[in-house]
């Protein structure tokens, strides 16, 4: 099977070809371990309930979905989820308490 560079310029040219791929690779590695130092950023979500004219938001819970019925009000309307979102949590840090 003949090789894809034959003589002295193969060879020169097969270990400049080389180098580049081990310098890509290795900065590839080095970008992927510099974004997984970055803290996370954490979230909650929030679920909010309409009843009425009267907007109520609390902590979501599992089987919650926009428009799900979770009941009726005081004054016999349907109880609603109206929207689901996330909300970005602040770190309780030193800085935080500045």
Do not use: H, N
Not at 26 to 32: I, K, V
Not at 34 to 49: C, D, F, G, I
Not at 89 to 98: F, H, I, M, T
């Amino acid at each position: 099977m003949p090789l894809p560079f034959q003589g002295e310029q193969g060879q020169w040219l097969q270990s400049i070809l080389m180098i580049l791929l081990l310098a890509f690779l290795a900065a590839t590695m080095l970008r992927q371990v510099a974004a997984e130092r970055q803290p996370r950023e954490t979230r909650r979500l929030v679920t909010v309930e309409e009843c009425g004219s009267r907007r109520v938001e609390r902590e979501f819970s599992p089987g919650d979905y926009v428009g799900k019925v979770l009941g009726t009000c005081d004054d016999g309307s349907p109880r609603r989820v109206v929207a689901i979102y996330a909300v970005k949590v602040e770190p309780k840090g030193r800085r935080a308490q500045l």
